[in-house]
């Protein structure tokens, strides 16, 4: 058996996890935070056989999508009055992140 960990965007979450259930995937979602735009995203995890794994992984590729964020940061302003001038930087963060990590066992008591 298989878990698949994936980070996805909040706003693609719930079609991704509606198209999961509807393909009979079982499916927790944890509330997480990127550590460099820190701000909030979306942990699944998924566990499945292994050869499930490509129709998981394809279900994510299809719900998921890449989007533009602008983020504001500080940047040293060289020479002005103030040391450091407020400014924008774009980051594309991808459809999803995903880590297929094997599990030792399963139980469900
Ligand atoms: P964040 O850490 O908030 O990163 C959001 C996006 O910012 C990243 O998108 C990437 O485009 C950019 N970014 C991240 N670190 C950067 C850096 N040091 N310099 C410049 N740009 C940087 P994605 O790569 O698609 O990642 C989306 C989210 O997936 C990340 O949110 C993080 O929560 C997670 N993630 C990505 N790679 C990971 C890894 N190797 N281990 C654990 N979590 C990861």
Redesign the pocket.
Known sequence: MKLVLA?V?DDDVTDVIGVLTEEDYRVTKLA????????G?TTLLIGVEEEMVDEVIDIIKVECQ?RD?VISVTAPAGGTSSPYVPCSME???????I?VVDVDKFLRI
Request: hydrophobic letters at 35%; a positive charge.
């Open positions: 980070i965007q997480t935070t990127g550590g460099f735009l820190k701000s995203n890449k964020k980051v594309e963060v991808g459809g999803a992140t880590f």
